[in-house]
C-alpha cells in the first residue's frame, strides 16, 4: 500500500495556509472581512473540520478491532501476548512517571506562577468531572460490547478485541482459518487510512484555521513562562527522555525514528485528540517504522488510551503554577504524590481535546488548590494541548519500538527505508 505522495509537505502548507487566512480574517478591519467571517468560520473552517474529524473517528473503532483482532489471531504463542502486554503497561507507567518528575523539577526551579499579580478570573462550574479510578477500572469490562463501540469506549473495545482475538486463535483450526479473513479486513481498513489522509491537507487548513480565527495569536500575554516552560519540557520529554529509550532499550536511530513519525505528530497536533489519531499513529508505527502488527495493534491503541506523557507534563505544571499563585509550597512528599496522581489520572484522561485539564481538577482538589484558577490556563490550553497530544502519541509510538525490539517483532529494513 502507498502513501499519499508529498504529504507531510502538503499537511504542513495546509497548516501554514491555515493559519494564514484565518490571521487574515482576524485581524483585518475591513466590513467585508467580517461579513465574510462568519460565512468562512462555519461553512469553511468549522464543517470542514467536523467533517475531517468524523472521518478519522469513523475508522478508529474498526480498526482497532480488526488490527487487534488479526495480530493476535496470528500469534504462533500465546505467551508472547502475556509479555507483550507487561512489557507496554510497565513502560508506560515509567515514562509517565519520568514525565510528570521531570516537569516538576523545572517547575520548582523556574517557578511559573511566583509573579502572577491578577485575581483569579471564571468559575469552573460548567467543567465536567473527569472519571474515577474505580469508573475507569470498572469500564475496561464492557456489559455491552455495541454499547461500548457505539461510544468509542476504547479500553472496553480493547479488552473485548483481545479476548475476541484469543479465542479465534484457539478455534481457527475448527473455522477454517477463519483469521486469514480478519486479516483481509484489516487491510481494507488500512487503505481506508491511506485515502482518508489524501485529504489530510485541507483537513489540517481547517482545523488550524478555526483555531486562530477564533482566538487570533494573542492568547500567551499573561501567562507566557507558563506556556515556555510547559513548551519547553514536553519538548525535552519527547527528544530527550524517548531519545534516550529508542537509543538504549531500543538501539535505534532516534533521528530517523523522528522523521517518520512527522505526519502522525502533526494529525495529533492538528486534531488535538489521541484518540482520533489513531488510524494515523497505528499506519505509521506498523508500515513506516516497522513495528510488526502484533505489538503495533495492542500497544498503539492501548496507549492512546492510558498512555500521556504530555497530559502528566501539563498536570504536573499546572499543579505548580497553581499552587505558586495560591502561595503555597508544596512538600517533598506532595511532589511525589503529584506523580503519582498525575501517573493514574492520565490513565483515566479521555483521549479527547482539552480532557486533560477536566482530569486535573482531581489533582488540585486533593491539595485544596483553588479550582477557579484553571480558568487562567484555560485561555492558553487549546494551544498546549496539541503540542502535548504530540507528545502523548510520539510517547506511544516510542514504548512501541522498544517492545517490538525485544520482541523480535520489528523489521528494521522497513525502518531503515527512506
Ligand atoms: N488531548 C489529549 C489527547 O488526546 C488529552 C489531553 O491532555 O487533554 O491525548
Not at 483482532?69 to 502475556?82: D, N, W
Not at 510497565?90 to 509573579?115: C, D, E, Q
Not at 515556555?228 to 525514528?257: D, E, R
Request: aromatic share 10%; net charge neutral.
Amino acid at each position: 500500500m502507498e502513501s499519499p505522495k508529498n504529504l507531510t509537505r502538503n499537511i504542513l502548507l495546509g497548516m501554514f495556509l491555515g493559519a494564514l487566512v484565518g490571521a487574515f480574517f482576524f485581524y483585518a478591519p475591513f466590513t467585508f472581512v467580517t461579513t465574510s467571517k462568519v460565512f468562512l468560520e462555519e461553512m469553511v473552517f468549522n464543517l470542514g473540520s467536523e467533517i475531517f474529524m468524523n472521518l478519522l473517528k469513523m475508522l478508529v473503532v474498526p480498526l482497532v478491532f480488526f488490527s487487534l483482532v488479526s495480530g493476535i489471531a496470528s500469534l504462533t504463542s500465546l505467551k508472547s501476548f502475556g509479555s507483550i502486554a507487561g512489557k507496554t503497561v510497565g513502560l508506560y507507567l515509567f515514562t509517565t512517571a519520568i514525565a510528570v518528575s521531570l516537569s516538576l523539577f523545572v517547575g520548582s526551579i523556574f517557578k511559573p506562577g511566583s509573579n502572577y499579580l491578577n485575581s483569579m478570573p471564571q468559575n469552573v462550574d460548567q467543567l465536567p468531572q473527569g472519571q474515577s479510578l474505580y469508573e475507569t477500572i470498572a469500564g475496561i469490562f464492557p456489559a455491552n460490547i455495541l454499547e461500548a463501540m457505539a461510544s468509542n469506549d476504547m479500553l472496553a473495545i480493547v479488552f473485548f478485541s483481545i479476548l475476541f482475538g484469543l479465542a479465534l486463535n484457539k478455534t481457527n483450526h475448527l473455522t477454517g482459518n477463519l483469521s486469514a479473513s480478519f486479516e483481509k479486513l484489516n487491510t481494507v481498513f488500512l487503505q481506508l487510512v491511506l485515502m482518508v489522509m489524501t485529504i489530510a491537507p485541507v483537513g489540517v487548513f481547517c482545523l488550524i484555521g478555526k483555531f486562530v480565527i477564533t482566538d487570533g495569536f494573542n492568547i500567551f500575554k499573561d501567562v507566557v513562562l507558563y506556556v515556555v516552560l510547559l513548551t519547553g519540557v514536553l519538548l525535552i520529554h519527547a527528544f530527550v527522555t524517548y531519545s534516550l529509550l529508542l537509543k538504549f532499550l531500543a538501539q535505534l536511530n532516534p533521528l530517523w525514528f523522528f522523521n517518520k513519525m512527522k505526519e502522525a505528530a502533526i494529525f495529533a497536533f492538528s486534531t488535538s485528540s489521541s484518540a482520533a489519531t489513531i488510524p494515523v499513529t497505528l499506519k505509521t508505527v506498523n508500515q513506516d517504522i516497522g513495528v510488526d502488527k502484533d505489538v503495533a495493534s495492542f500497544v498503539v491503541p492501548v496507549g492512546a488510551t492510558i498512555n500521556m506523557d504530555g497530559t502528566a507534563i501539563m498536570q504536573g505544571m499546572a499543579t505548580i503554577f497553581i499552587a505558586q499563585i495560591a502561595g503555597m509550597d508544596l512538600t517533598l512528599i506532595q511532589y511525589v504524590q503529584v506523580v503519582l496522581l498525575a501517573v493514574i489520572t492520565s490513565i483515566g484522561t479521555a483521549a479527547v481535546p482539552s480532557a486533560g485539564t477536566i482530569t486535573l481538577v482531581i489533582i488540585l482538589q486533593q491539595f485544596n488548590l483553588p479550582l477557579e484558577a484553571i480558568g487562567i490556563i484555560l485561555a492558553v490550553d487549546r494551544i498546549l494541548d496539541m503540542i502535548r497530544t504530540s507528545v502523548n502519541i510520539t510517547g506511544d509510538a516510542t514504548v512501541a519500538c522498544v517492545v517490538a525490539r525485544s520482541e523480535n517483532s520489528f523489521n528494521k529494513e522497513v525502518f531503515n527505508k527512506a
